[in-house]
């Protein structure tokens, strides 16, 4: 196997796309080019030889369990000492009249013989009340009602006593039920009918699941038998187009061999197939010796019932755990097309910076499976996206190395960055809480707002983007609903101002000491006085049962987001330069083209650097129809629950 070292760890693989050191046995989505699969006739009578010696065996097994002795009873033994008699043999009247006779002969022999066990008992006891006991036996033996009684209870017993089969008929009832309910869609006869809504009911469905489930098992765990001298198991999986395997292989010198079980495929379903099981044939054709692109690609030529014939892993399997499924939030952009180190491609899941995804296996801890929301119905099986520590670590790794050192053997071995590259340092804000460099995840959780404590809305843009007449306008139609933090000041208070309605008037020695522990979420200085709005103040706002509307910088984030304030954070973003031209012309601005233009710079960049801590984004495109959009997600949060980082909730 291929190895690459980084960073003091070690990754198997390569960089090349025709030499993944795991290749997916099957993808969705490749399904349009299946054709039957091919067969080794040797290969498959052989298998088919093997199934056939477990088959006798175990009828010989479950016959020597119900042998009786012929002189085991008088019945028996009369019956072979007059080989004239019996259904092989008949010499009554017609073969059906032998076994009809021997049938009914049969109750009496055994009432024969225990009319003589009494008689018998009766002449070796002495005492009268013994021999009035054993007189009246002997007259319930002669009645015909217990005769009668007699043949039911034998001809019942005799029903109950067959042997049930030893292993399961089919593992496919449910596909025969479906086939049934196919034919029977035409039928319009009583019994057509009826068949066909007893096939449909819901509870009998479930049954063929289960039974179809049961049956799988039990047949892979009595098909174990011995194959070039390894003890080796036949395991038989289902493949649709509906329902990919989800697996991968991978060459471990001439072998292959199962490298992850992915979640929801059939393979982690049924529970058959295990990482580290070896696959000796497909279908009858060896793979020993074939490189995991060829496996690929013979499977991909198959469908139906696929058979397995694997050697069993040797590794000790932990006990089984429930999987415990996180939900975080990325503040990367991943494409598995550019990463060479993924262990399958196919496999791998894009997703953009703010996108959730939900993360259902950690079994690998360089990569994790997941599933992006709002994509799980399209996504059949999770995808492999990088774990937490693998990212951080591939990061540091990239920006601690020159950049003259960034290509290797001509092939980049990272994310490849934009044109323009900058130049200022990462934002605080995508450091990581353990004091990491880069925030790759950030663990999350569903949280509905209480009605009496609305999260704070605060509106982020660049000036003249348009949310300060936002801010605005809310403050204006519902008052009552809206309201905004009373802010701080360390100037004099003019003669209609009061303290606590206008400004929270503070001496500057008291407003700088909040300043330096924090309880500012944003500050500033304007002739000689400063300005700022505490976390206090949108609190005391938060607490009266009304909405706290804010137009902040972005440096304020940091603050805001690390209070218990939980606020709900909005970007207006401008339109185009030409309509931005236009709507500031309505107020009566006129601006300069580079100044249109670096109102567009800003937001893009503010929304790179950003742009995954905001919970929406509104384009102000025309500011009626952006009016109501803001109005749609502040009422939103009475209705949905939103996804909010884990800490806050603690």
């Known amino acids: 196997m291929i190895t690459t070292h980084m960073n003091g760890y070690v990754q198997e693989g390569s960089v090349q796309a025709a030499n993944h050191r795991e290749r997916a046995v099957d993808c969705p989505g490749d399904d349009t080019c299946l054709v039957k699969p091919p067969h080794c006739s040797a290969h498959m009578e052989r298998i088919q030889q093997y199934q056939e010696e477990l088959r006798k065996r175990r009828d010989e097994d479950g016959r020597g369990r119900h042998d009786i002795d012929p002189n085991a009873s008088l019945r028996l033994k009369k019956l072979s000492q007059n080989p004239k008699v019996g259904v092989d043999n008949p010499t009554f009247e017609g073969k059906e009249n032998a076994a009809k006779d021997v049938h009914r002969q049969a109750p009496v022999d055994e009432l024969e013989e225990m009319l003589q066990a009494v008689k018998w008992v009766q002449q070796c006891l002495n005492d009268a009340q013994s021999q009035q006991d054993t007189e009246l036996l002997l007259q319930l033996l002669a009645k015909e009602d217990f005769k009668c009684a007699y043949n039911i209870y034998t001809v019942v017993s005799q029903k109950m006593n067959r042997v049930n089969p030893t292993s399961p008929l089919t593992v496919q009832a449910q596909d025969l039920c479906s086939e049934v309910q196919k034919i029977l869609k035409s039928s319009q006869q009583r019994e057509g009918l009826e068949l066909r809504a007893l096939l449909t009911n819901p509870h009998l469905q479930a049954l063929m699941q289960a039974h179809d489930s049961l049956a799988v098992q039990e047949m892979a765990e009595d098909n174990v038998i011995q194959y070039l001298g390894e003890t080796v198991k036949m395991v ?371 929304e790179q650097d950003f742009g995954p801590f905001f919970d929406a984004t509104i384009v102000n495109t025309e500011p009626n129809e952006a009016f109501l959009e803001l109005r749609r997600l502040i009422e939103k949060l009475d209705t949905e629950p939103q996804w909010v980082p884990t800490s806050w909730l603690c």
């Open 236 to 606: 038989r999986l289902q493949k649709t187009p509906d329902t990919p395997l989800g697996a991968t292989v991978r060459n471990d010198t001439d072998s292959v061999v199962v490298s992850r079980v992915v979640k929801g495929g059939t393979a982690e379903r049924s529970g058959l197939l295990n990482e580290g099981d070896e696959i000796l044939e497909i279908n009858g054709i060896s793979v020993r010796g074939k490189h995991v692109n060829e496996v690929h690609d013979l499977l991909q030529r198959m469908h139906g019932t696929l058979t397995f014939l694997l050697i069993p892993s040797s590794q000790i399997k932990p006990a089984p755990h429930r999987q415990t499924v996180i939900h975080v939030r990325a503040y990367f952009d991943y494409d598995p097309s550019d990463d060479p180190f993924v262990p399958c491609r196919e496999l791998g899941l894009s997703f953009q910076k703010g996108d959730i995804l939900h993360v259902i296996s950690q079994d690998d801890p360089n990569w994790w499976q997941a599933y992006r929301d709002g994509d799980e119905e399209n996504q059949l099986l999770a995808g492999l996206i990088p774990g937490k520590n693998f990212q951080q670590q591939r990061e540091t790794l990239k920006r601690t190395t020159p950049d003259k050192s960034q290509e290797q053997q001509g092939k980049r071995w990272y994310v490849k960055k934009g044109k323009k590259q900058k130049k200022k340092n990462a934002s605080t804000l995508t450091k990581n809480n353990d004091g990491d460099d880069f925030l790759t995840y950030e663990e999350m959780s569903l949280y509905h707002q209480p009605a009496n404590r609305k999260r704070p809305i605060a509106l982020i843009g660049p000036t003249n983007s348009g949310h300060d007449e936002l801010r605005r306008r809310l403050l204006s139609i519902e008052p009552d609903k809206f309201a905004v933090a009373v802010p701080h000041t360390t100037r004099n208070p003019r003669l209609h101002e009061r303290n606590g309605r206008e400004y929270h008037f503070v001496s500057r020695p008291g407003f700088e000491s909040d300043l330096a522990v924090g309880k500012f979420i944003e500050s500033g200085e304007y002739e000689k006085n400063l300005y700022g709005t505490s976390t206090d103040s949108v609190r005391h706002v938060v607490n009266s049962g009304r909405i706290c509307v804010l137009c902040l910088h972005t440096r304020s984030l940091r603050v805001l987001r690390s209070s218990n304030l939980k606020p709900f954070i909005i970007f207006i973003a401008p339109p185009s330069q030409e309509r931005l031209r236009t709507l500031l012309a309505t107020e009566g601005k006129t601006p300069k083209p580079e100044e249109l233009k670096e109102v567009i710079e800003k937001a893009r960049e503010m």
